[in-house]
């Protein structure tokens, strides 16, 4: 784990309190009716704590954390790495959605590219935080531009969102799709390369 890191780039964040995570849970049993004392649900508040810090384990990530392995291969043509499967959670009523992340980028002249894995290890730091789909997907968009410099950058992320199936409208199936493009991957030919690579099953 390293520091906590900025949200937006301005404010930063404590610790996760597992304690204090602890106690909140016990006391949203309460407040729904249920008895935090009976058998089963016992342990459930340290259990969901521990759940808590796993699932948002990004907030102590930082994308140079994991886009550290970089080799200059001399390859300068698209790399795309699609359907990661992303579990995140939406940042507005704490339940996930889940789906699909497309990255690709086209790498600097020099050809600097870094491990696949990365690509996937990446979609996770920005996945594993309270949030809404389009930040995370412009967030893995903008990180790798920063970080591999290279001269173009698609993600392509496709959710299902629990608040919509679950409850609320209640409209299970509906996908929403976002997308980020940067760099060369504006221009139309090659936005359009990638686009059918990704749709491509
Ligand atoms: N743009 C965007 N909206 C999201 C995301 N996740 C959830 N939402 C929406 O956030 C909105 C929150 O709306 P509110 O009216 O404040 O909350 P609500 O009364 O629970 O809304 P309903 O979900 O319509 O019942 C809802 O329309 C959700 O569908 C996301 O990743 N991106
Ligand atoms: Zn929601």
Not at 68 to 92: A, P, Q
Not at 184 to 192: H, S, V
Not at 193 to 199: C, D, F, Q, V
Request: proline share 4%; net charge negative.
């Amino acid at each position: 784990m390293t520091d906590p890191v900025a949200l937006d780039g301005e404010s930063t964040i404590g610790e996760f309190d597992e304690k204090r995570a602890e106690n909140a849970v016990r006391e949203l049993l309460i407040a729904v009716g249920e008895d935090p004392d009976r058998e089963g649900l016992r342990d459930t508040p340290a259990r969901v704590a521990r759940a808590y810090k796993e699932i948002f384990a990004g907030l102590w990530q930082q994308p140079e954390d994991v886009l550290t392995t970089t080799f200059d291969l001399g390859h300068d043509e698209m790399v795309l790495v699609k359907d990661i499967e992303v579990y995140s959670t939406c940042e507005h009523h704490l339940v996930p959605f889940r789906g699909v992340a497309h990255v690709g980028y086209i790498p600097s002249t020099s050809g600097k590219i870094t491990g696949l894995s990365k690509l996937a290890r990446l979609v996770d730091v920005y996945a594993r935080r309270p949030q809404v789909q389009e930040r995370l997907t412009t967030q893995i968009a903008d990180s790798l531009m920063e970080i591999l410099e290279p001269r173009g950058v698609i993600v392509v992320v496709e959710c299902e969102h629990m608040c919509m199936s679950m409850r609320g409208i209640r409209k299970p199936g509906a996908k929403t799709i976002t997308s980020a493009v940067r760099g060369q991957l504006r221009d139309a030919a090659t936005r359009n390369e990638a686009m059918s690579l990704i749709m491509a099953h």
